[in-house]
């Protein structure tokens, strides 16, 4: 994967040990949706919502497009649009909808929200490499939330729009510290990779 090693640089930075000696050995992780027990990788997961997304999201995410085509912008912009548009509701069966029903039902829990997000982003042009799911062990329980790593500010943020969300500039964002809320990252991931941290 071309990506490998800006991966490797960018996970080493933030203190984030993988699993394996590559990614590729360490993309073992599955998703099961409980509704339709469907079973899929994480990774496998995003990329399928990208391959022939939906009009209404294309739209939807060229319109949170930064006039500039500045990704920090971008990212904010549609961090607000889903809180502001998309409400939390807590989800018992754990179905991860996907970006696309989300949008058409305007509720669901934090991947269904934070897929969105991750989802927007992709279609809005910013690239994987900026991009990753992270899904791990939060003070409340279990929780999937997006980060971003700003090529501008040199850092890695999250863009979570359900735990401690915020619409303060990239710039103004706390610098992400797996150890802070996150006690235990179980896996991250993009449409290209899925790591599994030690």
């Known amino acids: 994967m071309k990506y490998d090693l800006f991966y490797y640089k960018l996970l080493s930075i933030y203190n984030i040990k993988l699993v394996g000696t590559n990614f590729i050995s360490s993309s073992i992780s599955w998703l099961i949706d409980a509704k339709y027990r469907k079973y899929s990788t994480l990774n496998s997961w995003l990329h399928k919502q990208l391959i022939n997304p939906s009009k209404s999201l294309k739209t939807l995410a060229l319109s949170l497009t930064n006039s500039e085509r500045d990704d920090d912008k971008t990212v904010v912009n549609i961090v607000k649009w889903v809180k502001n548009n998309v409400k939390y509701k807590a989800d018992p069966y754990e179905e991860w909808k996907g970006a696309y029903q ?68 990239v710039k103004k964002r706390q610098e992400f510290n797996d150890l802070e809320y996150h006690k235990n990252i179980w896996y991250m991931f993009n449409e290209d990779i899925c790591i599994k941290p030690l």
Request: proline share 3%; with cysteine.
């Open 102 to 169: 989300t949008f058409i039902d305007k509720y669901g829990d934090c991947d269904d929200m934070n897929c969105l997000v991750y989802i927007l982003c992709r279609l809005a042009g910013v690239h994987q490499f900026k991009l990753f799911c992270g899904i791990g062990e939060m003070d409340l329980g279990g929780h999937f939330f997006p980060l971003y790593y700003s090529t501008k500010e040199l850092k890695l943020v999250t863009l979570d729009t359900t735990y401690y969300p915020n619409n303060i500039s």
